[in-house]
């Protein structure tokens, strides 16, 4: 049973600090809009604005490492791996943000930054949650936002893709909610910790499980992936790359805690040996159909559910050093990511337009510095030296081998295998010498996403090559 | 001379992409350049044969690990033949994009000297599958002239495929081996050699066995081999027909012997098998092909099967020689991929049907031609003998006479088909509508000339070569070897490597 909560003291209201002025950044954002006269200067001083709160809170979130604290009655976790994923979720936020300056029109783009702003606040509380109650509050704070972001453009995708989305992803919290309230029923508590504690019964396995069904669902695991191309698809660029990142960043923190923490360690591998199956699966599957996609969002999003399924594989067997690998695999995943998005941004005129693969022919001789820098960052999703991808998967696979999992590592090296067909189609297409005429070349104003794509290609080969062991560098904490 | 060796694989990569942010008209100096910095890369190898090793800690967890590169015993000469190589593929270089083409080949031999001086085995896995990478782009950007881009993305996807997941495995095993040994920076280090035994090793060695025998290849993985020796342009194929097919056999020496050699004796028979599969195989294939590409492509097949089985004799002179071989076959098949390149430069096509007589008017680049083709066929005086002569005793040494008498046939085959291949193109009378070009330059000589001084060199005396790798050899063969008939008379094992090399001269 979780202790009263006589007071809320200074230290509790410290540790929410960084959320707090995120929060705080977009309302400021909001009223500084109102006396703003039309124009472009609204889009930057909304963008700038932003940013600075997003710096802050990152500094602050930095400031908490190795400071573990638990905030409101253990409610919120200061702390721990909390920190490495706020940092994670607070990048994402301004590297999306930078894509085009601001999502949307001039006139709409200090309410979208709010409203991005805010669904950070809902990953960070996420991925400090200690209480089923935070889970679902961070949960429903990040997902509210995003509903409005997919739908923000005038396409008509768009706005099918917001619905989608909050179709979807509404059944989605029906199932956490209901696996909550069996848990709260089996328990007497809503604190993670207090789970574990509890004796096993039926009911805790079924709470459980409709939990993780939830979870995996945010998580885009096959076979609750489906939603993901589409909205992907549909949704403005800076809210796909928001949404590729920072949603990961919060679920995974979410079902990082759940498995390493809530579950009693008598019944926890029954009742996570299905996860680990629907990681696997999704390695396999999302692979396989990032195949046949010729749209690069959808291909990112395919190969994005292929990408959580390795990250997902290294929690197998609960093991410390697992989680570690994970969150250092998610964090190498940001940069890759990212970095591939932030060149897509630069070869389009319209943050809010759509790329084709085709798109990338000849891009070598056209654009050599941006097709160098794609061939890294596609060269790291695919697990290539000398790139962070790469030490990242040999962890995982240390780890998922030292577990006994040898199947998970074995299917991880196949969806390897396949996705390496992935991103090698676009190598190639911007290796191949084609006629020019042919190509539609489109060129972005924005400067930003180049700060961004030094910024993720340093990263990426930094953690690829970094001489200590990154498992030391991160913290490992409940 | 600390850091030396990683500046020789550091080295030519930085160049490469320093290359990449000259000027774009900046050809020529682009192509200089790289040839600089690969003669440099020599000079510096051969200069500095005693050069330390260097360090520096990576992983911690779950297993140790370093960068650590250095020197060893068998891959000193292979890196040197590398650079050579390397070296010669520059001078040779003729094509559109030269800046693009020299940064790809500068970094494809530094990938390859860190695959070949790693000392950690989780470094070699990175190197492994880095030097894929830039093969990849160059069949891509510069395949086949008239072709057309679609056929040479054909054999592009072939060659990464089949060699990404002889990595990819590669690269589970070796996160496998990690955890089970504790660290991978155990290549060359005779106090980390310890057989792992286990259960598990049964499975790390087919990880690794695969990926090494898709690279060598061997039947029935080489179905990537003669479409990507065909496609490639000549001076990319010399590199990678010469050294990088070399990298799965140098694997099975240096990590195969020293960790896994019970279950590399439990998979003699069936390696052995395929070994003779493939020196049959390539060897007769070879006679029968058109394409003079395809012949020596064939023809390597079938001389990296008699290595292997040399490899899986156990047996210390068989193990020098296969260096020996290693290096051989390295020099003369960079040779004669080289000289067919300027065939088919001048006469734009590389059937022997069609070819014919152009000895009368290129003397000089028939007698290229011709000292590749009898080092390839195994000439006395040239490399090739001696590697073969040390194999076929080693191998009758090791009681493997029968396989020995088998590994003849092949031999015998392959001076048909090199003849063949030499007056398919040289000799009969000259074809009419085919173009008259001038004979080979001196640039085109300055490219082949190295190859060649090295193949009569070594020919002449292999005992740098053959007394590093016998020594070298006893050390990885010594403590796992059984008291049997064969591990008694130790000594006159050596003497019998340096009775061999002597023969030779």
Not at chain 1, 1 to 15: T, W
Not at chain 2, 190 to 199: E, L, R, T
Not at chain 2, 332 to 339: P, R
Not at chain 2, 469 to 477: E, P, V, Y
């Amino acid at each position: 049973m979780s202790p009263p909560i006589p007071y809320v003291n200074s230290a509790d209201l410290h540790a929410l600090l960084p959320t707090t002025v995120i929060a705080a950044a977009g309302l400021l954002a909001l009223v500084v809009d109102l006396f703003m006269s039309a124009g472009r200067a609204r889009r930057w001083i909304a963008v700038a604005i932003a940013a600075a709160g997003l710096v802050i809170a990152g500094v602050l979130t930095a400031q908490q490492y190795g400071h573990s604290y638990p905030a409101f009655g253990g409610a919120y976790m200061q702390g721990g791996f909390a920190v490495v994923l706020g940092e994670i979720a607070i990048f994402a936020t301004l590297v999306s943000l930078g894509l085009g300056i601001g999502i949307g029109r001039d006139d709409q783009v200090a309410g979208t930054t709010a409203i991005v702003l805010w669904s950070t606040c809902g990953a960070l509380l996420m991925a400090g949650a200690g209480n089923l109650m935070m889970i679902f509050l961070g949960l429903e704070l990040l997902s509210l936002g995003l509903y409005c972001l997919c739908a923000m453009s005038v396409r008509s995708a768009a706005r099918e893709s917001g619905l989608k989305y909050l179709l979807l992803s509404s059944m989605a919290s029906g199932f956490l909610l209901y696996g909550m309230a069996l848990l709260f029923g089996g328990t007497g508590s809503v604190a993670l910790a207090a789970i574990s504690a509890a004796p096993p019964s039926p009911l805790i396995a079924l709470g459980a499980g409709l939990f993780l069904v939830g979870i995996a669902f945010k998580l885009s695991l096959v076979p609750f992936h489906s939603w993901t191309p589409d909205v992907y698809e549909g949704a403005p660029l800076s809210v796909t790359a928001y949404m590729s990142v920072v949603t990961k960043a919060g679920a995974l923190g979410v079902l990082g805690r759940f498995a390493y923490a809530a579950l009693p360690p008598a019944t926890a591998n029954a009742i996570l040996l299905p996860v680990w199956t629907v990681a696997a699966i999704s390695m396999i599957v999302g692979n396989l159909a990032a195949l046949q996609q010729i749209d690069m969002k959808r291909l990112l999003a395919y190969s994005g559910i292929g990408q959580v399924g390795y990250i997902v594989a290294a929690f197998a067997g609960q093991t410390p050093l697992g989680l570690r690998y994970a969150i250092f695999y998610l964090a190498a995943y940001t940069f890759m990511n990212l970095g591939a998005f932030a060149v897509v941004a630069l070869m389009l005129k319209d943050a809010d337009g759509s790329l084709g693969v085709g798109a990338f022919a000849g891009l070598a001789y056209r654009r050599p510095w941006l097709a160098a820098a794609m061939t890294f960052f596609l060269l790291s999703l695919a697990g290539l030296p000398p790139t962070a991808g790469f030490t990242g998967k040999i962890l995982i696979l240390a780890s998922s081998v030292g577990a006994g999992y040898w199947w998970l590592s074995v299917l991880l090296i196949a969806g390897t295998a396949i996705s390496v067909y992935v991103y090698f189609k676009i190598v190639r297409a911007m290796f191949v010498r084609v006629d020019e005429a042919h190509v539609r070349a489109e060129r972005s104003t924005n400067p930003l996403p180049w700060i961004s794509i030094a910024v993720c290609a340093a990263a990426v080969f930094v953690l690829g090559i970094y001489p200590l062991a990154p498992s030391d560098i991160i913290p490992l904490a409940k | 001379m600390t850091g030396l060796v990683t500046a020789l694989v550091l080295g030519p990569i930085l160049v490469g992409f320093v290359l990449y942010a000259l000027p774009k008209g900046a050809d020529a100096g682009a192509k200089w350049a790289g040839v600089a910095v690969a003669a440099l890369a020599v000079a510096l190898t051969l200069g500095n044969p005693h050069t330390p090793d260097d360090s520096v800690p990576w992983l911690a967890r779950p297993f140790g690990a370093a960068f650590h590169f250095g020197f060893g015993a068998i891959s000193y000469w292979i890196v040197v033949l590398l650079q050579v190589a390397t070296f010669s593929a520059l001078v040779a270089l003729r094509a559109t994009r030269l800046r693009e083409y020299t940064a790809q080949m500068l970094v494809l031999l530094g990938a390859m000297t860190g695959v070949f001086l790693a000392k950690d085995l989780l470094l070699f896995a990175l190197f492994w599958d880095l030097m894929l990478v830039p093969v990849f782009l160059l069949m891509v950007g510069w395949g086949l002239p008239g072709g057309g881009p679609r056929r040479a993305g054909t054999a592009a996807w072939r060659y990464l495929i089949y060699n990404l997941a002889g990595g990819l495995c590669l690269l589970l095993a070796t996160a496998a081996f990690g955890i089970v040994h504790g660290s991978t920076d155990v290549i060359g280090n005779p106090d980390a050699h310890v057989v792992i035994g286990n259960v598990w090793g049964a499975w790390i060695f087919a990880g690794f066995a695969f990926a090494f025998l898709v690279k060598t290849p061997v039947f029935p993985f080489h179905t990537w081999m003669p479409a990507t020796y065909g496609e490639l342009p000549p001076p990319v194929v010399a590199v990678v027909s010469g050294i990088q097919s070399k990298a799965g056999l140098y694997g099975f020496i240096v990590i195969g012997l020293p960790f896994f050699a019970e279950q590399m004796r439990a998979a003699t028979p069936l390696v052995v098998a395929l070994g003779i599969i493939s020196l049959l195989y390539g060897a007769f294939t070879a006679l029968a092909q058109s394409d003079a590409k395809r012949v020596v492509a064939y023809s390597s097949l079938s001389h990296l099967g008699l290595i292997l089985i040399a490899i899986f004799s156990f047996d210390q002179v068989a193990i020098a020689g296969a260096v020996v071989y290693i290096v051989a076959h390295g020099l003369f098949s960079a040779a004669l991929f080289l000289v067919l390149g300027y065939v088919e430069e001048r006469e734009e096509t590389r059937s022997l049907q069609r070819l014919g007589g152009l000895g009368y008017g290129n003397p000089r680049l028939a007698g290229a031609l011709v000292f590749a083709a009898l080092a390839a066929l195994g000439l006395p005086g040239l490399a090739g003998f001696a590697g073969e002569l040390l194999i076929l005793t080693g191998l009758y040494h090791a009681g493997f006479g029968a396989v020995a008498l088998i590994a003849l046939v092949p031999i015998v085959v392959a001076a048909a088909y090199m003849l063949r291949l030499f007056q398919g193109i040289m000799n009969g009378p000259k074809v009419a509508d085919l173009p008259e070009r001038r004979d080979l330059t001196w640039i085109e000589g300055l490219a082949v000339a190295p190859l060649v001084l090295g193949f009569i060199l070594l020919g002449i005396d292999p005992a740098p070569v053959a007394g590093l790798a016998s020594d070298a050899a006893r050390a990885l063969t010594g403590p796992q070897t059984p008291v049997s008939h064969r591990a008694q008379p130790r000594r006159s094992e050596t003497e019998s490597a340096y009775v061999a090399a002597d023969s030779v001269r």
